[in-house]
Protein backbone atom coordinates (compact mmCIF):
# COMPACT_ATOMS: atom_id res chain seq x y z
CA UNK A 1 0.00 0.00 0.00
CA UNK A 2 1.25 3.27 -1.21
CA UNK A 3 1.88 6.32 1.09
CA UNK A 4 -1.27 7.69 -0.52
CA UNK A 5 -3.39 5.20 -0.28
CA UNK A 6 -3.07 4.37 3.25
CA UNK A 7 -3.58 8.13 4.31
CA UNK A 8 -6.88 8.14 2.96
CA UNK A 9 -7.50 4.70 4.70
CA UNK A 10 -6.55 6.38 7.69
CA UNK A 11 -8.90 8.92 7.11
CA UNK A 12 -6.00 11.73 7.79
CA UNK A 13 -8.17 15.10 7.55
CA UNK A 14 -11.58 13.46 7.78
CA UNK A 15 -13.92 14.83 9.99
CA UNK A 16 -16.43 12.24 11.40
CA UNK A 17 -19.66 12.14 10.07
CA UNK A 18 -18.72 14.88 7.88
CA UNK A 19 -21.26 14.39 4.88
CA UNK A 20 -21.07 17.85 3.67
CA UNK A 21 -17.27 17.97 3.22
CA UNK A 22 -17.62 14.96 1.66
CA UNK A 23 -19.91 16.19 -0.78
CA UNK A 24 -18.18 19.66 -1.15
CA UNK A 25 -14.67 18.08 -1.86
CA UNK A 26 -16.01 15.92 -4.95
CA UNK A 27 -17.21 19.18 -5.99
CA UNK A 28 -13.96 20.80 -5.95
CA UNK A 29 -12.22 17.70 -7.65
CA UNK A 30 -14.66 18.15 -10.33
CA UNK A 31 -14.51 22.00 -10.69
CA UNK A 32 -10.61 22.20 -9.88
CA UNK A 33 -9.49 22.59 -13.74
CA UNK A 34 -12.19 25.10 -14.22
CA UNK A 35 -10.95 27.31 -11.01
CA UNK A 36 -7.06 26.93 -11.01
CA UNK A 37 -4.94 28.80 -12.54
CA UNK A 38 -3.40 28.43 -15.84
CA UNK A 39 0.22 28.42 -16.47
CA UNK A 40 0.46 29.72 -20.31
CA UNK A 41 3.99 28.13 -20.51
CA UNK A 42 6.02 31.04 -19.83
CA UNK A 43 7.90 31.73 -17.20
CA UNK A 44 6.00 34.26 -15.01
CA UNK A 45 6.84 35.60 -11.20
CA UNK A 46 4.47 34.60 -8.72
CA UNK A 47 4.36 33.57 -5.28
CA UNK A 48 5.74 37.37 -3.69
CA UNK A 49 5.61 39.08 -1.31
CA UNK A 50 4.18 37.38 1.82
CA UNK A 51 4.85 36.60 5.74
CA UNK A 52 3.87 34.06 7.38
CA UNK A 53 4.48 31.63 10.28
CA UNK A 54 5.83 27.95 9.86
CA UNK A 55 4.42 25.10 11.73
CA UNK A 56 7.67 25.65 14.00
CA UNK A 57 6.46 28.94 15.20
CA UNK A 58 9.41 30.78 13.00
CA UNK A 59 8.49 34.12 10.72
CA UNK A 60 9.34 33.60 6.82
CA UNK A 61 8.60 34.92 4.10
CA UNK A 62 9.05 34.12 0.15
CA UNK A 63 12.27 35.41 0.45
CA UNK A 64 13.52 32.85 3.04
CA UNK A 65 12.41 30.00 -0.11
CA UNK A 66 14.17 32.20 -2.78
CA UNK A 67 16.95 29.80 -4.59
CA UNK A 68 14.71 26.70 -4.29
CA UNK A 69 12.36 25.00 -6.18
CA UNK A 70 8.95 25.56 -4.51
CA UNK A 71 6.25 22.86 -4.67
CA UNK A 72 2.90 24.84 -3.24
CA UNK A 73 -0.25 23.70 -1.94
CA UNK A 74 -3.09 25.52 -0.28
CA UNK A 75 -5.51 23.99 1.94
CA UNK A 76 -6.08 23.40 5.00
CA UNK A 77 -5.98 20.74 8.34
CA UNK A 78 -9.75 19.49 8.14
CA UNK A 79 -9.82 19.12 4.72
CA UNK A 80 -11.96 15.79 4.40
CA UNK A 81 -10.23 14.44 0.93
CA UNK A 82 -8.93 17.12 -1.45
CA UNK A 83 -5.85 18.53 0.33
CA UNK A 84 -5.08 14.76 1.76
CA UNK A 85 -4.65 13.72 -1.79
CA UNK A 86 -2.97 16.62 -2.59
CA UNK A 87 -0.25 16.54 -0.03
CA UNK A 88 0.35 12.62 -0.43
CA UNK A 89 1.17 13.00 -4.11
CA UNK A 90 3.52 15.83 -3.42
CA UNK A 91 4.86 13.23 -0.64
CA UNK A 92 5.11 10.52 -3.33
CA UNK A 93 6.55 12.60 -6.46
CA UNK A 94 9.53 14.03 -3.31
CA UNK A 95 10.07 10.03 -2.92
CA UNK A 96 10.56 9.50 -6.46
CA UNK A 97 13.63 12.31 -6.29
CA UNK A 98 17.30 11.69 -5.38
CA UNK A 99 17.95 12.44 -1.79
CA UNK A 100 20.01 15.49 -2.89
CA UNK A 101 17.26 16.08 -5.40
CA UNK A 102 14.48 16.07 -2.70
CA UNK A 103 17.20 18.71 -0.50
CA UNK A 104 16.85 21.86 -3.33
CA UNK A 105 13.36 21.00 -3.18
CA UNK A 106 10.92 23.42 -0.14
CA UNK A 107 7.36 21.65 -0.35
CA UNK A 108 4.85 24.46 1.26
CA UNK A 109 1.43 23.81 2.62
CA UNK A 110 -0.20 27.48 3.00
CA UNK A 111 -3.34 27.64 5.19
CA UNK A 112 -6.13 29.06 4.10
CA UNK A 113 -7.98 28.21 7.92
CA UNK A 114 -5.78 30.93 9.85
CA UNK A 115 -8.92 30.66 12.85
CA UNK A 116 -8.55 26.83 13.29
CA UNK A 117 -4.74 25.82 12.42
CA UNK A 118 -2.37 27.23 14.43
CA UNK A 119 1.22 26.32 13.73
CA UNK A 120 1.07 23.33 16.13
CA UNK A 121 -1.95 22.10 14.67
CA UNK A 122 -0.37 22.57 11.29
CA UNK A 123 3.02 20.65 12.97
CA UNK A 124 0.95 17.71 13.70
CA UNK A 125 -0.50 17.43 10.48
CA UNK A 126 1.80 17.61 7.89
CA UNK A 127 3.91 14.94 9.89
CA UNK A 128 1.26 12.35 8.53
CA UNK A 129 2.86 13.13 4.99
CA UNK A 130 6.50 13.90 4.47
CA UNK A 131 9.05 14.91 7.22
CA UNK A 132 10.07 17.73 4.45
CA UNK A 133 6.67 19.44 4.39
CA UNK A 134 6.67 22.61 5.71
CA UNK A 135 2.89 24.06 7.34
CA UNK A 136 2.45 27.52 7.18
CA UNK A 137 -0.25 30.01 8.73
CA UNK A 138 -0.38 33.81 10.07
CA UNK A 139 -3.33 35.86 10.34
CA UNK A 140 -6.51 36.45 8.14
CA UNK A 141 -4.69 39.46 6.43
CA UNK A 142 -1.41 37.52 6.19
CA UNK A 143 -3.07 34.29 4.66
CA UNK A 144 -4.80 36.85 2.17
CA UNK A 145 -1.80 38.42 0.92
CA UNK A 146 -0.43 34.79 0.34
CA UNK A 147 -3.28 33.88 -1.66
CA UNK A 148 -3.29 37.48 -3.55
CA UNK A 149 0.41 36.59 -4.24
CA UNK A 150 -0.01 33.20 -5.48
CA UNK A 151 -3.46 34.61 -7.66
CA UNK A 152 -5.21 31.71 -5.46
CA UNK A 153 -8.71 31.15 -4.44
CA UNK A 154 -10.64 30.53 -1.33
CA UNK A 155 -13.28 30.91 0.30
CA UNK A 156 -14.92 30.01 3.92
CA UNK A 157 -18.75 27.72 3.11
CA UNK A 158 -20.62 27.67 6.92
CA UNK A 159 -22.25 24.92 6.96
CA UNK A 160 -24.46 25.58 10.44
CA UNK A 161 -23.96 26.78 13.56
CA UNK A 162 -20.20 27.46 13.98
CA UNK A 163 -19.32 25.33 11.54
CA UNK A 164 -17.72 25.65 8.29
CA UNK A 165 -15.01 24.16 5.81
CA UNK A 166 -12.75 25.86 3.53
CA UNK A 167 -13.14 26.31 -0.64
CA UNK A 168 -10.22 26.62 -1.99
CA UNK A 169 -8.19 26.25 -5.11
CA UNK A 170 -6.55 23.16 -5.41
CA UNK A 171 -3.62 23.07 -7.88
CA UNK A 172 0.07 22.36 -6.92
CA UNK A 173 2.06 25.16 -8.18
CA UNK A 174 5.74 24.60 -9.05
CA UNK A 175 7.77 27.33 -8.76
CA UNK A 176 11.21 27.76 -10.21
CA UNK A 177 14.52 29.20 -7.89
CA UNK A 178 14.59 32.22 -9.20
CA UNK A 179 10.53 32.97 -8.02
CA UNK A 180 9.04 32.00 -11.41
CA UNK A 181 5.67 29.53 -12.28
CA UNK A 182 6.93 26.49 -13.86
CA UNK A 183 3.39 25.06 -14.35
CA UNK A 184 1.95 23.11 -12.19
CA UNK A 185 1.34 19.05 -10.76
CA UNK A 186 -1.78 17.32 -11.46
CA UNK A 187 -2.68 14.75 -9.25
CA UNK A 188 -4.50 12.43 -11.90
CA UNK A 189 -0.72 12.34 -13.79
CA UNK A 190 1.11 9.69 -13.12
CA UNK A 191 4.14 10.43 -10.46
CA UNK A 192 6.83 9.76 -13.11
CA UNK A 193 5.60 13.29 -14.69
CA UNK A 194 5.34 14.80 -11.80
CA UNK A 195 8.79 13.95 -10.66
CA UNK A 196 9.84 14.91 -14.59
CA UNK A 197 8.68 18.39 -14.19
CA UNK A 198 10.49 18.86 -10.96
CA UNK A 199 13.55 17.59 -12.33
CA UNK A 200 13.04 20.21 -14.94
CA UNK A 201 12.51 23.07 -12.85
CA UNK A 202 15.51 21.74 -10.49
CA UNK A 203 18.06 22.25 -13.62
CA UNK A 204 21.56 22.38 -12.09
CA UNK A 205 20.57 23.45 -8.59
CA UNK A 206 20.53 19.98 -7.12
CA UNK A 207 24.14 18.29 -7.13
CA UNK A 208 24.09 15.07 -8.24
CA UNK A 209 20.51 14.61 -9.84
CA UNK A 210 19.68 12.47 -12.52
CA UNK A 211 16.94 12.62 -15.21
CA UNK A 212 15.70 9.28 -15.48
CA UNK A 213 12.49 7.82 -14.43
CA UNK A 214 10.98 7.74 -10.99
CA UNK A 215 11.65 4.93 -8.31
CA UNK A 216 8.75 3.01 -7.99
Known sequence: MNRRTLLVALGVGIPAGSALGWGLSEWMLRARRASAPRSSGMQQPIG???ALVDHTGQRVTDATYAGR????????????DVCPTG??????????????????????????????????????????????LIGLTGTEEEVAG???????????????GDSYVMEHTASIYLIGPEGTLRGFLDTHEPL???VAKIRLALGDTAPGSTKGEARS
Do not use: M, W
Not at 113 to 119: M, N, W, Y
Not at 146 to 159: D, E, I, Q
Open 48 to 50: SPF
Open 69 to 80: VRLVFFGFTHCP
Open 87 to 132: LGYIAEALDGLSPQEAAAVRPLFISVDAGRDSPELLASYVANFHPA
Open 146 to 160: AAKAFRSYYSKVPTG
Open 192 to 194: PTA
